[in-house]
């Protein structure tokens, strides 16, 4: 089983900008699709990005055009882009295998105020 560490999370000013990394470990997960999920408190958790293991990708509505997800097969990673953050991108940002999930690991926290 894969463990995943998510980093590069922070606090950031609307419109401002941040790059999440996951790092797998142990096991490679280049032959899954993969997965960005965000958590508000008191809120169901969200995916926001996915992503095949050819890197063909899909976004929700609400991020699509803001958020880029992308993967390093060399590196065993998957990043998530974003841009042009608002106050609602607020939450916990995980990874996970899209399909065949392993457990959730503690994330990082993302906070869009002034």
């Known amino acids: 089983q894969v463990q995943l560490v998510e980093s590069g999370g922070g606090l950031v000013q609307p419109g401002g900008s941040l790059r999440l990394k996951c790092v797998g470990f142990?096991?490679?997960?280049?032959?899954?699709?993969m997965g960005w999920y965000r958590q508000a408190p008191g809120k169901q958790r969200e995916v926001v990005a996915t992503i095949t293991p050819g890197s063909a990708t899909d976004y929700p509505d609400s991020v699509r055009g803001r958020f880029t997800i992308s993967r390093d097969l060399t590196k065993n990673t998957v990043s998530l882009q974003m841009n042009s953050l608002k106050p609602e991108d607020t939450g916990i940002y995980y990874c996970?295998?899209?399909?065949?999930?392993?457990?959730w690991g503690v994330g990082t926290q993302v906070t869009v105020d002034s």
């Open positions: 996970n295998l899209q399909y065949a999930p392993v457990p």
């Open positions: 142990g096991k490679s997960i280049g032959g899954n699709s």
